[in-house]
């Protein structure tokens, strides 16, 4: 069994050998990767030693003590926290080796081909179809809201093979290349004028069955995986005391007196109560993934991030006044970072109000709450036992 020891011990070997100073990012990356020590739980040959989870912060902390560069995690946050984790759940072993180095050195940056247009909410009523032809499946139909689709390298997706089935049946999950030239990526302009999000047509693109993730007809089950894990990258992100939301907030509280009032420094504090509790539980539910994999607490997490990110947007911009409906740039631009608290108090304002449809709106994830963690009884589905093809659009 690996234990902190051993790890200090290697990262001191790898510092030793790629001094971080004298090494090329990349180059140190590719070495820190081949010596088992990106991601440490991951098995020998894919970046890990079969370690504890929770070892991997040993690493982390004798790596960032000396200098060493990260993997800019927020750059490529599709590829690690939702690519990875289903890839090495249920690709093949070529499929493992072929991704998971260059999705971890940022090599290749992914996006995630899930929502639709006709199915919103309802993701399990896609309707992009997937249809074999000898060792390829044949794509076509559209996505939508693709974050960093203008940048990806290579696509998580879902599509339908079998319209015959009830729609949470028939549907396959594969691994696609976005840049096949039946991949169209087309801007979609969000309320703040950025195009952060995308549009994404899919006409007769070309997916080796060996780009196939689990069992044909079992991509719901796979996709579990991955929404799992997307929503406790959102809702579970690692801040410290202030960060996010409500640390412009508070910044402007202590700097403009003039701008307080009984009634919104109430509120201010029960906000600021309240992302605290929310930062905790986070760390908490950090520490439940150490030991398995992420549960339905991570919806929850994900509620509350939206909610109190609209919250405290709105008090900031009530705090403000005039000034606070002021807009710094409309700029047409196509960032290739989420940014949930960047810029200004118009654009936090107006960015959070997204917070509560990405990455499972709000009602979904309540169902889910209700259901996987209270124990209520499910929501009745009338759709349940009939052929996707027969329901009604």
């Avoid at 998580?156 to 089935?165: E, G, M």
């Avoid at 700097?255 to 539980?281: F, G």
Wanted: glycine share 10%.
């Amino acid at each position: 069994m690996t234990d902190a020891a051993e790890l200090r011990t290697r990262a001191q070997e790898l510092l030793a050998a790629h001094p971080p100073a004298e090494t090329d990012r990349s180059d140190f990356l590719r070495a820190r990767f081949d010596a088992g020590l990106a991601w440490v739980h991951y098995p020998q040959g894919l970046g890990g030693l079969g370690a504890p989870r929770a070892l991997q912060a040993v690493v982390d902390a004798e790596l960032t003590a000396a200098g060493a560069p990260d993997n800019d995690p927020r750059r490529i946050g599709i590829g690690l926290g939702m690519a990875a984790p289903t890839i090495l759940t249920y690709g093949s072993e070529e499929v493992k080796q072929r991704f998971l180095r260059p999705l971890w050195i940022g090599e290749e940056v992914w996006c995630q081909l899930f929502s639709e247009p006709g199915a919103g909410s309802d993701l399990a009523a896609l309707g992009t179809r997937a249809v074999r032809d000898g060792d390829e499946w044949v794509v076509n139909g559209q996505k939508v809201w693709t974050s960093s689709a203008h940048v990806a390298r290579w696509a998580i997706l879902i599509a339908r093979t079998d319209p015959d089935l009830p729609k949470h049946q028939g549907i396959t999950y594969f691994i696609c290349d976005m840049t096949d030239p039946g991949v169209e990526v087309r801007p979609l302009r969000q309320l703040t004028g950025e195009a952060e999000f995308n549009e994404v047509f899919l006409t007769d693109v070309r997916i080796p069955d060996a780009h196939r993730l689990g069992e044909v007809g079992e991509g719901w089950k796979v996709a579990q995986t991955t929404l799992m894990n997307e929503r406790v990258s959102i809702g579970g992100m690692r801040l410290p005391r202030e960060g996010g939301m409500i640390g412009p907030v508070a910044q402007t509280w202590r700097e403009r007196p003039e701008l307080r009032t009984h009634d919104l420094h109430q509120r201010l504090l029960t906000l600021w109560v309240e992302a605290e509790v929310s930062r905790l539980a986070g760390e908490r539910l950090r520490q439940q993934l150490v030991a398995g994999q992420p549960g339905p607490e991570g919806s929850g997490m994900k509620l509350a991030f939206a909610r109190l990110n609209q919250e405290i947007s709105g008090l900031e911009v009530e705090l403000l006044g005039e000034e606070g409906l002021l807009y710094d740039d409309w700029t047409m631009r196509r960032p290739e970072l989420v940014d949930f608290t960047g810029r200004e108090a118009g654009y936090r304002y107006l960015r959070s109000k997204g917070n509560s449809i990405e990455g499972g709106t709000s009602e979904v994830l309540l169902n889910i709450v209700a259901e996987r963690v209270l124990g209520l009884p499910a929501e009745p589905r009338s759709d349940k036992d009939i052929a996707w093809k027969d329901l009604a659009r």
